[in-house]
């Protein structure tokens, strides 16, 4: 059961990590299609921000602590972060791998939760993989779109 709470950490911080640096490009992204960029990134934020509750209410539901703070949640994440304000493209593809990061450690807590039978929580993850696939297929299109 630790490893679970652990790997659930370690989704809520990427939860955090991957949804502050969307808001971060939707701030500073510049370009001549600037207002679907910003408007995608937008949207991209609100629906990665909308699932942290439910991350730290699992946790609290596996009778563990929510991690607290950006400097445990700066030590916790896989993603790294870019203080850089990119071009679009480099910010499209940084989210794109970001975003597999999270896949990848979301497919780690589903398997986990599976083996610990938590039923609630595996359907949750197994929702979040579904909406994090989507946001994969994206920003994939976009990037398809841009390539020389
Ligand atoms: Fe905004």
Do not use: C
Not at 79 to 84: G, Q, R, S
Not at 107 to 130: H, K, P
């Amino acid at each position: 059961m630790e490893e679970l709470i652990q790997q659930m950490k370690v989704y809520l911080a990427d939860n955090v990590a991957l949804g502050m640096k969307a808001q971060q490009y939707h701030w500073n992204v510049e370009g001549n299609s600037f207002p679907q960029y910003h408007d995608f990134l937008g949207n991209l934020y609100v629906e990665i921000n909308g699932a942290i509750d439910n991350i730290g209410e699992f946790i609290r539901t596996l009778d563990a602590y929510a991690p607290l703070g950006p400097r445990r949640i700066s030590e916790l994440t896989t993603l790294d972060e870019t203080d850089v304000a990119p071009d679009a493209m480099v910010m499209f593809r940084n989210l794109y791998n970001d975003n597999n990061k999270v896949i990848n450690t979301i497919m780690e807590a589903f398997r986990l939760a599976e083996r610990y039978t938590e039923i609630g929580l595996s359907n949750f993850l197994q929702d979040r993989i579904a909406a994090h696939k989507k946001h994969q297929w994206m920003l994939r299109s976009i990037l398809r779109g841009t390539e020389q």
